[in-house]
């Protein structure tokens, strides 16, 4: 529990709850009803074990804030109870309601324990990964998403870092239970595009095509599409990412719809594998962007509006 201030507002009420949902309770002393109140919200509180953080304001010391949000939700009474989610405040109730009512109010903005363990297994193993703990990173993705199976974030890194490490398999079976999503989710098109690369550098039947093939037929013919393209499917089964993009830009700078726009939707494709988690912020703040991917996001809108 959190008593909120005008000095600690930003910080404990509007960017925490970028992260966890934060529920603020408005009260005073001399309120009845909010001493009722109190002691049943700090229960469920430890009851969701962390899925919401509950903060405190007194309207006599903060009325600057309690103010504000009374007007905003239209109350003019208290104790008044205010959700605020991704820096926003989104929903509320008044009253000294009964447990079960205000856990109707939780439940539906308050991640579910499944969710919320696969969450913050998601955010270890980013973490991990920063440390260069891949081994550590893939147990947490691989529990985050057998445990919310319908968190697609946390399969995407799972099926990502299985590919990176060249565990092309296991990649393939954490992938399959979403695989209809592919024409939906532009991450796991992704994913399928790569996977499709790997599949063609690497044929279980015949002879695997060589880099060296596809420059002799590009040499012949700057305008071979289909060498340039193998081409960069081959860079992008070796994770030489960049060199891929370059070589679908040298396709695009000569034909931007080639092929029903195969070659922009593989560049497309790169962007959203080699794209960093982003950092979550509060909202009307924008994350920061990836040199790299700001750099070749750039190049291929300079073509494509060209």
């Given amino acids: 529990m959190i008593d909120i201030t005008l000095e600690n507002f ?8 970028v992260a966890t949902p934060v529920l603020l309770d408005i009260w005073a002393e001399w309120c009845g009803p909010c001493k009722q ?14 899925r919401f953080t509950l903060a405190k304001l007194d309207a006599d010391k903060v009325p600057q804030i309690s103010s504000q949000l009374s007007e905003m939700f239209g109350v003019r009474s208290i104790p008044f109870c205010v959700m605020f989610k991704d820096g926003q405040p989104v929903d509320g109730f008044v009253g000294a309601i009964p447990a079960e009512k205000i856990r109707e109010f939780l439940d539906k903005h308050v991640p579910g324990a499944d969710e919320a363990e696969a969450a913050s297994q998601e955010a270890a193993a980013q973490e991990a990964l920063a440390g260069g703990d891949t081994q550590g990173a893939l147990e947490k993705l691989q529990h985050a998403v057998a445990t919310d199976p319908a968190n697609d974030d946390a399969r995407f890194d799972y099926v990502k870092l299985l590919l990176q490490q060249g565990r092309v398999d296991d990649a393939k079976v954490a ?4 695989i209809a999503k592919t024409s939906l989710v532009r991450r796991f ?30 040499a012949a013919n700057k305008r071979d599409f289909d060498a340039r393209f193998g081409r960069a499917r081959l860079l992008m089964a ?5 060199d891929a993009m370059d070589e679908l830009l040298d396709i695009l700078m000569r034909d931007k719809t080639w092929s029903e726009d195969l070659a922009r939707k593989t560049y497309i494709a790169i962007l959203e594998i080699i794209e960093p988690p982003k950092v979550k912020v509060a909202d009307g703040q924008i ?20």
């Fill in 238 to 242: 070796e994770q030489r990412w960049t």
């Fill in 37 to 50: 109140l109190g002691p049943v919200l700090e229960k469920l509180e430890v009851e969701y074990g962390g």
């Fill in 10 to 17: 930003q910080a404990e009420l509007i960017e925490a709850s």
């Fill in 189 to 218: 098109d992704a994913l399928q595009r790569w996977m499709d690369a790997i599949d063609f550098a690497a044929p279980p039947t015949g002879t695997a095509p060589s880099i060296a093939d596809f420059d002799a037929k590009i």
């Fill in 175 to 178: 992938f399959a239970p979403v």
């Fill in 287 to 306: 994350p920061p962007d990836d040199p790299v991917v700001a750099s070749y996001r750039r190049r291929l809108s300079s073509i494509v509006l060209s």
